[in-house]
């Protein structure tokens, strides 16, 4: 009787669309809860996607029913604004749940990069310590001036754990803020003032990162990217680092994902991890339950929990 009632559900048609690849819980839950489906249907009012697969003007003309998006994550360059706001599509993301396992990411990345923990690890695991090495000394994370680009929630938080660490704080936003550290009017201007610089900013748009920032950031400078791999001219940055324009960098995004420019891999002073920012079990959950939250609102009441505004 049971199975029945399911495979009745699952066989149906449903107002949800699994549009891209979804962590295995969330898509079993939109499935278990409200029959979703993986392939377009005219029926479809809502479709869950992903910050990282967004969603295409394509896609979204071959949903003439579509009403609301609902994608996993907080960047929203991937879908496709203007044609969800001519079809007056509603989008929500998952924001504020992520913030703290980013904000712990970035900071990881930057004393990585700073103390070159990675290296470092790399330097025994090869046996050059206990060949008689002795690893060179490292530049120094307390007290140093971090400029922040995109001080948001995650960047604020960045700029929290940081106090821990003494740090000076600077940012650059398209708008000053209300906050007790010095705006600094472009991202050049800060990389000058800075130590380190920490991209924490949307992508979607030109680099604001590229040969002029980076060197002006200089060669004591590193550079934390946890924001979007675009808001860098990948090019230069890969030339920066290659001849010393900064000392390192800790990267979590890139500008083609999933494929790493090859010449990083075989340079010491780069931190590389695959866009991992949020990827704790806690925080993936607690992304989860926000998607289900907010499909769940819209179909019942029209209205999303947390909007995109
Ligand atoms: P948020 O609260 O909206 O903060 C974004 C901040 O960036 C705002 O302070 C905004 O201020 C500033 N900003 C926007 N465009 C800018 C530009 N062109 N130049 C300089 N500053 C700019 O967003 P959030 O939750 O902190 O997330 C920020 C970004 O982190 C996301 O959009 C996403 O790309 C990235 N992210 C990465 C991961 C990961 O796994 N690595 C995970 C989650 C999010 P103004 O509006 O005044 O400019």
Redesign the pocket.
């Known amino acids: 009787m049971v199975t029945g009632i399911v495979a009745s559900v699952v066989t149906m048609a449903s107002p949800v669309l699994l549009a891209h690849p979804l962590q295995a819980d969330l898509a079993a839950d939109l499935v278990r809860l409200h029959g979703a489906v993986s392939d377009p249907a005219d029926d479809v009012r809502v479709a869950v996607t992903t910050?990282r697969f967004g969603l295409s003007a394509e896609e979204i003309a071959a949903l003439p029913g579509l009403e609301a998006i609902v994608s996993f994550?907080?960047?929203?360059?991937s879908i496709d604004l203007d044609a969800a706001r001519d079809r007056d599509i509603a989008i929500a993301t998952t924001?504020?749940v992520?913030?703290d396992a980013?904000a712990d990411?970035a900071v990881g990345l930057l004393i990585d990069s700073v103390r070159q923990v990675s290296a470092a690890d790399r330097y025994v695991r090869d046996g050059r310590w206990a060949a008689g090495g002795t690893y060179p000394l490292t530049g120094h994370v307390t007290g140093r001036k971090v400029g922040i680009?995109?001080?948001?929630?995650?960047?604020?938080a960045i700029a929290d754990r940081l106090a821990g660490f003494r740090c000076e704080i600077g940012y650059?936003?398209?708008?000053v803020?209300d906050v007790p550290f010095a705006y600094h009017a472009s991202?050049a201007e800060l990389a000058a003032w800075a130590d380190v610089l920490v991209l924490?900013?949307?992508?979607g748009?030109d680099p604001?990162v590229g040969a002029n920032e980076l060197a002006a950031l200089g060669p004591q400078g590193h550079l934390v990217n946890?924001?979007?791999g675009g808001l860098v001219d990948e090019p230069a940055l890969v030339a920066a680092l290659t001849d010393g324009t900064i000392a390192g960098a800790g990267l979590?995004?890139f500008a083609d994902e999933p494929h790493v420019p090859e010449a990083l891999w075989a340079l010491d002073n780069v931190v590389l991890v695959p866009?991992?920012?949020?990827?704790t079990q806690q925080t993936r959950r607690e992304m989860a339950d926000l998607v289900l939250d907010n499909v769940a609102a819209f179909l019942e009441r029209g209205e999303l929990v947390t909007p995109l505004r």
């Open positions: 910050s994550g907080v960047g929203f360059d924001p504020g992520l913030t980013v990411l680009v995109g001080l948001g929630r995650i960047g604020t650059h936003n398209r708008s803020a991202v924490a900013a949307p992508g748009g604001i946890i924001g979007r979590d995004v866009h991992v920012g949020s990827a």
